[in-house]
């Protein structure tokens, strides 16, 4: 990567941070700046930004649930919205189309449903990203929305195949018989240990489902998803994720700068731009509606439109081969590009402050859900409840363990993983399925017995948010929480958390007292 890319993205994505924007509008803004200042993009930035995409879509594979891809919200979500916002789309690019305004002038109706088609698809890189910064990732509305993205993603392949007119070879057939590879790869993960050599073999992984998929006349994209599924539930899948995640990062900055290498856009092209931008809410009421259709509560239903309401690189992707085929004017490639922008913008910024939204909206959003509607993921807490883990990962599951040990069945956990909770309660541990930043959740619990609350999350803004509802819910008890680094601490104590742990100096205090209750073993033994 190119030392003037590298100092663009970073400065950008420093003061994009800096007013409490995600990096990534930082790495948008920069790659326009620099096309405009006449910098060229080399053949490398797209070499980048395809790798960040192949790592992107392998990690998506290994936590994907593929019985998941089979509920009707998933697949039901994807196809209606494609069909329901093309439709919608079509009627109202025709009124400019009929006045022959702008960039609109000369296009046909069934351009018009090029574009909408286009748009229709949700971005997975943008998604992601914004899922995982704010560990919604495998909460229930984003599993929900990973599931519609990659059955959006396999729609598109099917397009461009049919587009192109290219088949895949007859070999393609021969792909299904990587089921029977599942145990044999998660074999040799095991014994690849724990060093570089994993990450390496999850880029040898990712890579190498694309050239295979790519080489049958399937588009590589597909194939790096299908690795990542084939090693979904493994026992290495978890610890090969982690490690892939700075990779990821780090060329995936590659693809954000390249959107703004498409073309250089004039003032025109800005304001078409922002038109097609601001029908956001639309394309968002639409997954909104069909999924209340579905009986979906309204929580999940909002959240997963807003997510989902953004446009998609894979639209950029459709439109370049259309204009490629002579069905579209190459200026719709630089328009779109500047749609998808300010999408992301709007995605980024609408769902940071989602959940504060749904609490001083909840009495208007939840009118759309159907009434006496049961909650599954909120419940009531045994009556002998005095301490609640929020979070049962490595570190909340250690502090929950060590709290039953002396409190016994005083101590309960909360979890926003759904087969987690379930996992863990098959191993007989006291733990209710819920996420902890849904107001409803907090609002129907009695909270009078609990004496102590631990967030055990990775995620500062989470935990704000949580002591947030805590606070709404008039919570008397005491929140502790953990922090990985001295500057989340400082952030946290504004808050009002009554005990702010240092994750990494605890642990060296707790292995230093568990060093010496040995020694005082030995000494009395």
């Known amino acids: 990567m190119e030392f003037i890319w590298v100092l ?109 088609f286009a748009l229709s698809f949700s971005s997975t890189v943008c998604v992601v990203k914004v899922l995982e910064g704010s560990g919604d990732l495998k909460s229930r509305h984003g599993k929900l929305a990973v599931g519609i993205l990659v059955v959006q993603d396999v729609l598109a392949v099917v397009f461009m195949v049919v587009a192109t007119g290219q088949q895949p070879s007859i070999w393609a057939f021969g792909l299904l018989f990587l089921l029977l590879l599942r145990r044999p790869i998660g074999y040799f993960l095991d014994r690849v240990g724990h060093d570089e050599l994993l990450p390496l073999a999850g880029f040898f992984l990712a890579l190498g489902g694309y050239e295979l998929f790519a080489a049958v006349g399937i588009k590589g994209d597909l194939g790096a998803l299908v690795a990542g599924v084939l090693l979904s539930g493994s026992v290495k899948s978890a610890e090969l994720y982690r490690s892939l995640m700075s990779f990821k990062d780090l060329f995936l900055i590659g693809f954000f700068l390249s959107i703004g290498f498409t073309a250089l856009p004039t003032l025109d092209m800005v304001y078409v731009a922002l038109l097609i931008a601001l029908l956001i809410p639309i394309k968002s009421f639409l997954f909104f509606n069909f999924h209340g259709l579905l009986g979906l509560r309204a929580r999940t239903a909002y959240l997963n439109s807003l997510i989902l309401g953004n446009y998609s690189e894979f639209g950029l992707i459709v439109i370049a081969l259309s204009i490629g085929l002579g069905w579209l004017a190459k200026e719709w490639l630089v328009v779109l590009a500047l749609a998808v922008a300010f999408s992301f913008v709007i995605t980024s910024v609408g769902y940071r402050y989602s959940h504060t939204i749904y609490r001083l909206f909840k009495g208007f959003i939840t009118r759309f859900e159907e009434q006496g509607k049961q909650y599954d993921d909120t419940f009531v807490l045994p009556a002998n409840a005095e301490v609640l883990v929020v979070g049962m990962g490595r570190v909340g599951k250690g502090a929950y363990m060590s709290l039953s040990k002396a409190m016994g069945n005083k101590v309960w956990g909360i979890d926003s993983d759904e087969q987690r909770a379930k996992h863990l309660q098959a191993q007989q541990a006291r733990v209710l399925f819920g996420d902890a930043e849904d107001v409803d959740l907090w609002q129907n619990m009695d909270l009078s017995q609990i004496r102590l609350i631990l967030l055990a999350l990775p995620y500062i803004d989470d935990i704000q948010n949580i002591q947030e509802q805590l606070r709404a819910s008039h919570y008397q008890g005491k929140v502790v929480a953990f922090a990985r680094y001295e500057d989340q601490i400082a952030a946290l104590s504004q808050c009002g958390i009554d005990r702010i742990f240092n994750f990494y100096t605890e642990a060296g205090v707790g292995f230093a007292d568990e060093s010496l209750a040995l020694l005082a073993e030995a000494e009395t033994g």
């Open 8 to 116: 663009f993205a970073f400065v950008f994505g420093v003061l994009a941070r800096a007013v409490a924007l995600p990096p990534l509008i930082g790495y948008l803004l920069a790659g326009f700046l620099l096309h405009f200042a006449g910098v060229q993009a080399s053949d490398s930035l797209q070499t980048l930004a395809d790798l960040g995409i192949t790592l992107l879509l392998f990690t998506i594979g290994l936590k994907l649930n593929v019985k998941g891809l089979l509920q009707t919200a998933v697949w039901g979500g994807a196809l209606s919205n494609l069909l329901l916002w093309t439709l919608v789309f079509t009627g109202l690019a025709m009124l400019p189309i009929s006045y022959g305004l702008g960039y609109f002038a000369g296009l046909t109706w069934q351009a018009a449903i090029l574009i909408g």
